[in-house]
Nanobody
Framework: VQLQASGGGLVQAGGSLRLSCSGS????????MAWFRQAPGKEREFVAL???????TNYADSVKGRFTISKDSPNTVHLEMNSLEPEDTAVYYC???????????????WGRGTQVTVSS
């Protein structure tokens, strides 16, 4: 399984970006797709996840109400990011697993990441 994230860039505070993650092969209903992010000098942290079969979602408190994760069959997941803040600056990674989890260790496959920079 290969995952490819795209859509990052430079945006001013208050702006929006849409990230996309496409995977090779079909995503089965048991899959969970997630976004994580890692800022310089910090650990990778959970952002959002979606259960492929039910489209049930979960978000980190820091992004609730601003970010939306969605799926686009057969194998793409998006992260719509609005009202961006400088604190959202990080490399964003998509990941795929089968557990409903906010832990990086629960995910088997990772994309390379895409840089999001929010200027103040």
């Amino acid at each position: 399984v290969q995952l490819q994230a795209s859509g990052g860039g430079l945006v001013q505070a208050g702006g929006s970006l849409r990230l996309s993650c496409s995977g090779s092969g079909r995503i089965y209903s048991s899959a969970v797709m997630a976004w994580f992010r890692q800022a310089p000098g910090k650990e990778r942290e959970f952002v959002a996840l979606i259960r492929w079969s039910t489209t049930r979602t979960n978000y980190a408190d820091s992004v609730k109400g601003r970010f939306t994760i969605s799926k686009d069959s057969p194998n793409t997941v998006h992260l719509e990011m609005n009202s961006l803040e400088p604190e959202d600056t990080a490399v964003y990674y998509c990941a795929r697993g089968t557990q409903w989890s906010v832990q990086t260790s629960a995910y088997d496959y990772w994309g390379r990441g895409t840089q999001v920079t929010v200027s103040s």
